[in-house]
């Protein structure tokens, strides 16, 4: 016996995280300096290979300092990515460096997995639009926020799931779906394009140009940051170092 729309749309689930894996690399500081070298050493640029790039983390920090920005593409970064919908149009916004393949309404039914923020997640936007802050919500507020998305959520995946045992398609069915819906994607990057994301969706205090990311985006960020950071740690502490400006 299969279940009902309405069964299907009870057994929703919620969720107020993200998931970011790395699930595939080719990046090393060593990638930069042969890159880097080539303009002076040529075929010799390449036994940076097999040295310390220790040794050589001067010259990263002039060509992040100097936005020498080449050098910082000639690598590469996969990650799994499972957030809300929302974020991946954020996300999207970013072409240039980047790859996206997203799960897709057309060809899967879609689970009933949904976004709703977290407790420690800032509610109220104050202030004028270019100069605002977000701040604490009440209690009740966060009780509302979570108990309003869950119905309309649990609403909107009934009426998907009465369209689909009608018999509708499933690229059709799927747009009374919201964007709180989460969905997945690989997304791959070269350093240099994660470093211009990372510029506009995050804020930290070692950044020279401000940023005001929605505080979703920027959890994903911040995931995806760390795993570079591992990998590429002079890049990383060169690229904080220089006011997390993309060369």
Known sequence: MTDTPAENAQQASFRSDVTVELVKHSAADSDVLWAARVSTAGEQSLDELRKDP???????????????GSPFEHNSMTFFISAPIFVFRE????RVGWSYN???????ELEPVFYVPGESRKLVQEGRPGKYRFVEGTPEQHELTGRVMEDAYRQAYRAYQEMLAAGVAREVARAVLPVGLFSSMYATCNARSLMHFLGLRTQHEQA???SFPQREI???GERMEAE????????????????RVAP
């Open 54 to 68: 220790e040794r050589s983390k001067g010259l990263i920090n002039f060509l992040m300092r100097d936005r020498h």
């Open 91 to 94: 996300f999207m916004r970013h």
């Open 102 to 108: 997203e799960e897709s309404g057309r060809y899967r």
């Open 208 to 210: 020279k140009v401000p």
């Open 218 to 220: 920027e959890m994903v």
């Open 228 to 243: 570079w950071a591992k990998l590429m740690p002079l890049t990383h502490a060169a690229f904080n170092a220089n006011g």
